[in-house]
């Protein structure tokens, strides 16, 4: 199947930076879009990021032009660079992948969730 790895999470005052970081493996074709999601206590999960094979992106409105997702699809990652973090970005952040995974011949769509990453911003 396919295993996510999350990284980077932790505390940070605001108006500080973090960099998450989320590696795919497995039996992995191809990985179509790559995302991060959130949810903080007491709150549904939510969008935060997504990118497209293609590079396309996509943006919470509370984060547009502080947040910046990328990806490196020769090692099957995807980032997302958190700037001017603020209390409201506190929060358990998961990463979340699209592939077809392919075991000989048999070709699957596959949804995979990472286990999540705190992010806690202090005030």
């Known amino acids: 199947q396919v295993q996510l790895v999350e990284s980077g999470g932790g505390l940070v005052q605001a108006g500080g930076s973090l960099r998450l970081s989320c590696a795919a493996s497995?039996?992995?074709?191809?990985?179509?879009?790559m995302g991060w999601y959130r949810q903080a206590p007491g709150k549904q999960r939510e969008l935060v990021a997504a990118?497209?094979?293609?590079?396309?992106?996509n943006y919470a409105d509370s984060v547009k032009g502080r947040f910046t997702i990328s990806r490196d699809n020769a090692k099957n990652t995807v980032y997302l660079q958190m700037n001017s973090l603020k209390p409201e970005d506190t929060a358990v952040y998961y990463c979340?992948?699209?592939?077809?995974?392919?075991?000989?011949?048999?070709?699957?769509?596959?949804?995979?969730w990472g286990q999540g990453t705190l992010v806690t911003v202090s005030s």
């Open positions: 979340n992948v699209h592939t077809i995974v392919v075991n000989l011949r048999d070709y699957r769509y596959l949804e995979v």
């Open positions: 497995g039996s992995i074709f191809s990985i179509n879009a």
């Open positions: 990118i497209t094979s293609g590079g396309s992106t």
